[in-house]
């Protein structure tokens, strides 16, 4: 990428603006432009506009594939977090990790928008089911809900529940969303 030092603002924004020059091949920025100047509809500063907002969709991206190890930390430390919380709070004498891990899942399958959760652990694997057949807004199936409020607490509780139970690390090996949702966690190097 070749960069010109020009630098201008724009009055509209108190932006300070930067002038590049990239190569790209002839043919995908031909398949960019023609996107874009049907979203930008040729207006004015359209193939700056459709770049810039390309840019920020590429940092976005690739600041979670380069922060993945950090996300993994954190999300092990909140499941862990999340299991002790629940474990310290069970007074079951027999299988507390199994009655503390039904008690888990009693609390999320009481949602609204979940009707049923089930789970099967395997020898070096936990899977879980969730049937969630009102999960709508608006007549619409909505997966925000169901990751935000279900499988990701589900998965990283799980992960905690596993790792206390055997002392391996585990990670999600497989993950399938929707009105009949399943997410299966293994057994990994970590």
């Known amino acids: ?8 603002k724009s009055p509209s924004n108190n932006l300070k603006y930067k002038r590049i020059t990239i190569t790209v091949p002839e043919e995908l920025d031909f398949k960019f432009r023609s996107i874009a100047s049907k979203k930008f509809k040729f207006e004015k500063g359209w193939y700056s506009k459709a770049f810039t907002e390309s840019m920020e969709n590429w940092i976005v991206n690739n600041e979670l594939a380069v922060a993945e ?5 954190v999300s092990r430390y909140l499941g862990s977090k999340m299991w002790e919380f629940f474990k310290n709070d069970d007074n079951s004498k027999e299988n507390p990790d199994f009655n503390t891990l039904d008690r888990v899942f009693d ?16 020898d070096d694997s936990f899977t879980y089911h969730i049937k969630s057949p009102s999960l709508s807004k608006n007549g619409k199936f909505n997966v925000e809900d169901l990751i935000g409020k279900h499988t990701f607490p589900l998965s990283i509780i799980s992960r905690a529940f596993m790792e206390d139970l055997t002392g391996d690390h585990y990670k999600v090996k497989y993950e399938t969303l929707g009105k009949h949702s399943k997410v299966e966690l293994g057994k990994s190097k970590y």
């Open 69 to 73: 190890n950090g996300t993994t930390l």
């Open 1 to 8: 990428m070749e960069k010109n030092s020009m630098t201008n």
């Open 107 to 122: 609390c999320f399958s009481q949602s609204s928008y979940v009707k049923n959760i089930k789970y099967e652990l395997g």
